[in-house]
């Protein structure tokens, strides 16, 4: 265990097993195609779904009452409860931790236009339940008639991986036995692009460049992933795939800004520590580190502060997804998760899309220009959101 932290999740208990994946995201939707995506160039223009039919998820009626954020969560959770094969806990013991950082704001907004043209008599009364951030958690815990705790978790950009890790601490803790955890964003609304372009977030050239010397902003962009996390035993009982395990986690926060990251990345740095002491890892025993990454100056910097304090420099390979993803807000630190549950299946580390300039201050080995070989070992995966939020998750293959 590393000198000054304490565990926190789920190295403490029982073994974490991840069982099944599902991702909706503007490079591919299902398995197959976001792997894809992942090792071709970045989708040019608007980083939306744009294979996305609710009708092969949902009747008419239930599509049209609810927000295409929980279409996106609902569709991630039955991909994967379909990729993790006869997965039918005692409906006690399965539950459902699901992120977003924004919810329902496609809904809000469309209704606000109602009740300006209108009046308030013309508001959906579907309207609170489509905008509530629950919903999509809600959605899924119905559609598996599972009853164990389903909760909803919204620290911005950390959201994700927060998730992830709290749908982990359940299966080790043994309150449960499965457990659905992921993310999901549909947030490129008017006001919310409008919101994020007046801020200056976004890049002013419409490149997503992480770590680049070039970068200049994120790319906002749609989309969800959910894992099925289980009981090693559980999923040994019934014969299931197994992708890997959940080694640790952790969870901090900078106390220093609403938007902009502590100085040298402190914050994340004791939030990576803290998941390595979880995982029982000592910072040479990771292979690879998914990066937050989002390309944008100030966060790639304090990210790669932290990771050369951590793990020195050059470090582990390093890659940023959000070069072909853009950045799902929410929903990015479990579609994360899913490459890098795909990382270690497929054996290869996909690159860093629009990486081709180095930043003489960020030392750090870069996977770019293609996908690298790899023998895997446990991945380090990164979220960082506004309001200071940290979360690391430790992914591994399986020990044994």
Known sequence: MLLGTTAEGPARGRRVAVTGVGVVSCCGTGIDAFWE????????????????????????????????????????????????????????????????????????????????????SRI???????????????????????????????????????????????????????????????AMTPLGVGAFTNMTALSAVGVSRPFDARRDGFIVAEGAAALVLEDLEHARRRGAHLYGEVLGAASTVDAHHITAPAPGGTGAATCMELALADAELEPGGVGHINA???????????????????????????????GVTGHALGGAGAIEAVSVVLSIEKRLI???AGYGEPDPEIPLDIVHGGPRRWEPGPVLSNSFGFGGHNGCLVIAPLRD
């Open 37 to 120: 995506g992942l090792l071709s160039p970045a989708p040019e223009g608007e980083h939306r779904v744009q294979d996305f039919d609710p009708a092969a998820w949902f009747g008419p009626k239930e599509a049209r009452r609810l927000d295409r954020f929980a279409q996106f969560s609902v569709a991630a959770a039955e991909m994967a409860r379909a990729d993790a094969g006869d997965v039918s806990p005692d409906p006690d013991r399965g539950g459902v931790v699901f992120a977003t950082g924004v919810g329902g704001l496609e809904s809000l907004e469309a209704q606000s236009v109602v009740l300006q043209e209108k009046g308030p």
């Open 292 to 322: 937050h990454g989002t390309s944008t100056a100030l966060n790639d910097l304090a990210e790669a502060q932290a990771i050369a304090k951590v793990f020195g420099t050059p470090g582990p390979p390093v890659t940023s997804i959000k």
């Open 350 to 352: 996909p690159p860093t």
């Open 124 to 186: 959906s009364p579907f309207l609170i339940p489509m905008m509530m951030p629950n919903a999509g958690a809600a959605t899924i815990s119905m559609r598996s008639g599972w009853h164990g705790p389903c909760e909803t978790v919204t620290t911005a950009c950390a959201a994700g991986t927060h998730a992830v890790a709290a749908a982990a601490r359940l299966v080790a803790s043994g309150r449960c036995d499965v457990v659905v955890g992921g993310g999901s964003e549909a």
